[in-house]
């Protein structure tokens, strides 16, 4: 018999409409999965974020990234950093083994979330969206993947492979 494993990802990627566009991204790949408890976590939701809402961006300034809307200016760092603190505590309690995130995201991206600085529009560095950051200084040997990675047969069950490793060496089965 083999146990559910809780993996966290995405809202948008199960199919809520939770985008910055009103609408979702759900993932196909979801259906030929068993044995997983998905638990859907939308963080720009949760740190107050409208939907449909402003589009954000990662910017650079003064060496420090800030999670900042792009037309109104305003600054989501340290409402997305309370949520963050919230989840990784949730995600503990509740055992998570991996977590599977919306590629590049200014809040969810793994690899590859531009980083904004200097001259408007261009972009200084590539990097993690600010909560998925968060979560990966945190919980460093949890695996994380972007829905991008998860199309890959091969590649999700590398992932889930991974996952059930860290479920054992935690512990949580």
């Known amino acids: 018999m083999t146990l559910t494993i809780p993996i966290a990802i995405s809202s948008c990627l199960i ?18 999965v068993a044995g997983v408890e998905w638990i859907p976590i939308c963080p720009e939701l949760e740190a107050g974020m409208s939907v ?8 650079l300034h003064d060496g420090e ?6 037309e109104s200016r305003q600054d989501w760092s340290e409402k997305m950093d309370s949520v963050a603190a919230s989840w990784i505590e949730q995600l503990q309690i509740q055992n998570v083994c991996g977590y599977v995130f919306k590629s590049r995201s200014p809040s969810c991206g793994v690899r590859d979330v531009p980083v904004y600085g200097g001259r408007p529009g261009e972009v200084m560095e590539r990097g993690q969206g600010r909560f998925a950051q968060r979560v990966h200084e ?6 994380l993947v972007e829905e991008t990675q998860m199309e890959s047969e ?3 069950k590398e992932f889930f492979r991974q996952a059930r490793i860290f479920q054992k060496d935690q512990g949580f089965s």
């Open 15 to 32: 199919g809520q409409n939770v985008r910055y566009d009103g609408k979702h991204k759900f993932q196909a790949w979801l259906e030929s």
């Open 52 to 59: 449909p809402r402003e589009k954000i961006q990662i910017e």
């Open 65 to 70: 990234r800030m999670l900042m809307a792009i």
């Open 138 to 143: 945190a919980m460093p040997k949890m695996p």
């Open 154 to 156: 091969r590649l999700r």
